[in-house]
């Protein structure tokens, strides 16, 4: 968003010491990359949208970050900013998604055959699945940035694209400023409605500007597939139902997503993609697959192990609260997901999902009986 | 490729890119997708741009209209500071049914002259019907003229006059870089070493302060806090939070000075008690000092005939200034008539929280309405004589006298 940015000639006439900020408390990947150096090097280029690298930043240095979460402190505006900006970005990038290099190839794998098993976990304790990633449409600025008429032209896009869905996947849209209360609390009790953003990281990068022009939710008949236009990507697409039958959750999911890329094919447009970053998403924590597959899961026991956090992250995954980032479990129901988005495909991360899962939920029924665990415990990933 | 760009992009984005230079242009286009980005961003008419404020109740929705939106979608002061910009404030917070907000903000002087055709109706509407185009604002700091300047104590606990001030030639808070931020704190503070004897003070940078500095700041009722208004964070003054942000006070804790909040400058003089001539005449000899200071280093206040001095919010243009006290009124409080009576004296009455804040007990914060149009002068007399009236009608309610409602205070001076 152009806050004091648009003028970025106007400020080469200030000196790169007089507007480097000031990062001393801060604690985030843009922060431990960025010198004043770089700074220089960086700050009179812009992309052909008008993104500059104070736009880049500015969520990280108003949001310095917590001692203990390492946030990223840097959005995309556009698709060219990862490369325009590489000099900052491909650091962060590395430093965020476990060493991934500048030169390394990512691999994108939406085939659901190749997923093996995840058709059977235990319902007892696997209480629900769900897959979500995001897209954007190429061309188009990104939420930190776009313009109401950008915004405005991606919503009308994704509901044309949508609505040319079929079968199970047929559904409907709801525009945020449109819905009626009785929309509006089905939608909260399906809890599916998204709300204006309220974390300063998401506000100080300007993706709430002109809420909620533009923002809606699309979801089938169903209400297994859903579809946020215009919240902090383009779209978030998500596929999800009760039980553990992760197989099913993820095959609509590639069906899905598959069938709108094709769908905005169709209409001349495509997904940003590049064979280096995958899928290009606002922000560089989303890139790759943008995926995030994962259950909610009762692991009482086994949460209360000395091991826990040591077994999850051999497994490569992430525990969270049942009402997502940043909340907490609640009666011993865990938000269990895979922890990387770059450098796996999304076959190989739903299969670790899949399997770290079923591992433990084996674990927490040894824990049940008082039995001991030692055996199973997994070789790091 | 140069030509074929700035033939798509608007005149703002041309001399950007073409300031750029060849280098620089040739590492921003990678892919060959990227002209064409660019060529689809400003293929959008304004039609396609204009908010939707079908839901909005703020003076920047009643007064903009597509046709003004069209032309002056493009335009931009010479800080490249945009229409867009100005009323993001606005789009983003729609306004309560009640409280009329203004909805948008100047990001430098320029932007009052540039957007003068959105800019002028808004403040004719905010500002009781004073017309920037005909009219010309009244600027005076002499303390002398106050008369009755001192109130009954039994009533009035606490006096204050405050105003804001911006730096000639520094962009304003919500358009700002970090370098011109941290210019304005420069120079302010370098004046504000300046001032001696009973004005003499000491600077307080919000993001160095030490924890102990910070309580006692709190605890005088002297320390801002990071904006957490969504009418302020959407207009962008929070950003950088808290570089370049300070607090300065005099000694005596009675001359106050915010730096770089929602102006460059937010003035303050206060006290106890009821000696409003005394707050009003410290604080113009404090006003008068800084500015000079300021000037023998070669920088001035905005300020123009039209507008008087030029701050971020059009609510503010003209003294910018607010006088107000903390008054005890019980007995006045429960008569309907009070607030017709507020009305007709061209007052107000706030919480003693200030704005947004509820009444506590009957004390009130009674303070001018207007801004723009009257001298400082004359509405600090129009304070103090309103107040004046309202004390005089407690007192009667109190005896069990009868009160009346006064005729309205006249409107600009012809």
Not at chain 1, 83 to 101: A, C, N, T
Not at chain 1, 265 to 276: P, T, Y
Not at chain 2, 254 to 262: A, D, G, Q, T
Not at chain 2, 376 to 401: A, H, P, S
Request: aromatic fraction near 8%; proline fraction near 5%.
């Amino acid at each position: 968003m152009p806050f004091g940015n648009t003028h970025n000639q106007m400020k080469m006439k200030y000196s790169s010491e007089q507007e480097y900020p000031d990062l001393s408390k801060h604690n985030n990947h843009m922060a431990k990359i960025l010198t004043p150096a770089m700074y220089e090097r960086l700050r009179s280029k812009q992309t052909p949208s008008g993104f500059t690298l104070d736009d880049v930043i500015q969520t990280g240095v108003d949001n310095p970050g917590h001692p203990f979460i390492m946030t990223v402190g840097c959005v995309a505006g556009d698709e060219e900013t990862y490369e325009v900006f590489k000099e900052l970005l491909d650091p962060v990038i590395e430093d965020r998604h476990g060493g991934y290099k500048p030169t390394d190839k990512h691999k994108t794998d939406l085939n659901a055959d190749n997923l093996k098993g995840g058709d059977d976990l235990d319902p007892n304790y696997v209480l629900s699945s769900r897959v979500r990633t995001g897209r954007s449409i190429r061309s188009f600025s990104l939420p930190p940035h776009c313009s109401r008429g950008e915004r405005r032209a991606v919503e009308k896009l994704s509901i044309e694209a949508l609505a040319s869905l079929s079968g199970d996947l047929k559904g409907k849209y709801y525009a945020l400023k449109n819905m009626t209360e009785a929309e509006q609390q089905q939608l909260i009790d399906d809890h599916f409605l998204f709300d204006k953003p309220v974390s300063p990281l998401l506000l100080a990068s300007g993706m709430a500007r002109d809420w909620p022009d533009a923002r809606g939710i699309w979801h089938n008949d169903n209400k297994t597939f859903l579809v946020w236009v215009n919240e902090e990507d383009h779209l978030r697409v998500i596929s999800m139902q009760k039980g553990g039958n992760m197989k099913e959750v993820f095959t609509r999911f590639c069906t899905g997503l598959t069938k709108i890329e094709s769908l905005f094919k169709d209409r001349g447009h495509e997904f940003m993609w590049s064979e280096h970053l995958g899928y290009i998403l606002t922000c560089p924590s989303n890139l790759g697959t943008g995926l995030r597959a994962g259950v909610h899961v009762k692991l009482p026991n086994m949460s209360k192990h000395a091991k826990f956090e040591e077994v999850l992250k051999k497994l490569r995954l992430q525990k969270r609260g049942t009402g997502g980032v940043d909340t907490a479990a609640v009666g011993g129901v865990f938000d269990i997901s895979n922890a990387d988005r770059l450098g796996f495909s999304e076959v190989e991360l739903v299969q670790m999902v899949v399997d770290g899962v079923r591992l433990l939920v084996d674990m927490e029924k040894r824990l049940e009986k008082g039995q001991s665990i030692d055996d199973l415990m997994p070789a790091q990933k | 490729m140069a030509s074929s760009f700035t033939r798509v992009i608007s005149g703002r984005n041309t001399a950007v890119m073409l300031a750029m230079g060849a280098g620089t242009l040739t590492s921003g286009y990678l892919l060959s997708n990227s002209t064409e980005a660019a060529e689809r961003r400003k293929c959008y008419p304004p039609s396609a741009d204009f908010p939707d404020l079908r839901k909005h109740n703020n003076c920047m929705a009643s007064a903009l209209t597509p046709s003004i939106y069209a032309r002056l979608k493009d335009k931009s002061t010479p800080n490249n500071w945009t229409l867009d910009q100005c009323i993001q404030t606005g789009v983003d917070n729609p306004g309560h049914p009640f409280i009329k907000t203004v909805g948008m903000v100047a990001g430098d002087e320029e932007t009052y002259e540039v957007f003068a055709e959105l800019f002028d109706p808004v403040i004719k509407d905010r500002h009781n019907g004073y017309d920037p185009r005909t009219m010309k604002h009244p600027t005076d700091l002499d303390a002398s003229k106050i008369t009755s300047g001192f109130f009954d104590e039994r009533y009035v606990l606490s006096s204050r006059v405050r105003t804001g001030r911006s730096i000639r030639g520094l962009s304003l808070p919500p358009a700002c870089t970090r370098a011109e931020r941290r210019e304005v704190e420069r120079v302010v503070v370098t004046a504000l070493a300046g001032l001696k004897g009973d004005l003499a003070g000491r600077y307080y940078s919000l993001g160095e302060m030490t924890e102990r500095e910070q309580q006692q700041l709190i605890d005088e009722h002297f320390l801002f806090d990071k904006p957490v208004s969504p009418l302020l964070t959407a207009a962008g003054m929070a950003r950088d939070w808290p570089d370049a942000r300070g607090i300065w006070h005099n000694n005596e804790k009675n001359f106050l000075i915010w730096i770089n909040e929602e102006d460059h400058t937010r003035i303050i003089s206060m006290e106890k008690g009821g000696n409003m001539k005394r707050v009003f005449e410290r604080f113009c000899r404090g006003l008068k000092q800084v500015e000079h200071l300021i000037q023998e280093r070669g920088w001035e206040f905005m300020w123009n005939e039209r507008l008087g001095y030029v701050l971020t919010c059009p609510s503010n243009l003209g003294t910018g200034l607010r006088a107000g006290v903390h008054v005890r009124l019980p007995l006045l409080n429960k008569d309907p008539r009070f607030k017709k009576i507020l009305d007709n004296l061209r007052l107000q009455k706030r919480g003693t929280g200030g704005v947004d804040t509820a009444a506590t007990g009957d004390i009130f914060d009674i303070s001018n309405l207007d801004r723009l149009g009257k001298s400082e002068v004359e509405l600090v007399q129009l304070v103090i004589d309103g107040v004046n009236y309202l004390i005089e009608c407690e007192k009667r309610l109190e005896r069990g006298q009868d009160i009346k409602i006064p005729s309205p205070v006249p409107q600009f001076r012809k």
